[in-house]
């Protein structure tokens, strides 16, 4: 997965109404829930919310279904697995296993004293 497309998520994310929304249907599952639900369980006006589902949509993390005349909304697991799997892949672990095996230096040992 590329930087860029993982900051166009991330930044999705980063708006208190969208990560109500992606969390619930995340919480959902991948049959998610009609547009009009999302409003009714989080209070947030039809207009405003399909500004927010559109934003989400864009950066991949969820999609929408037509249903007769409903849109079903989910969210994309796999987009999201990839994202936690390039977070993960970047983390903590790696950076230890880089470090672990870099020889000890007499100057390395005087700096953690």
Same mark, same amino acid.
């Given at each position: 997965?590329?930087?860029s497309k993982v900051l166009k998520m991330l930044s999705a994310l980063a708006q208190e109404? *969208?990560?109500a929304v992606f969390r619930l249907l995340i919480q959902e599952g991948p049959d998610g829930l009609?547009?009009?639900?999302i409003a009714d369980i989080l209070q947030i006006q039809p207009a405003t919310l399909s500004f927010h589902l559109s934003q989400l949509s864009n950066a991949g993390l969820i999609e929408p279904e037509k249903?007769?005349?409903v849109v079903r909304y989910a969210a994309k697991y796999k987009s999201v697995k990839k994202?936690?799997?390039y977070l993960n892949d970047n983390s903590y672990k790696k950076r230890q296993k880089a470090v672990m *095996?870099?020889?000890?230096t007499e100057d390395a040992e005087s700096?953690?004293?």
């Open positions: 997965m590329k930087a109404n *969208r990560l009609p547009a009009g639900t249903d007769g005349r994202l936690m799997t *095996r870099e020889p000890i700096e953690e004293e």
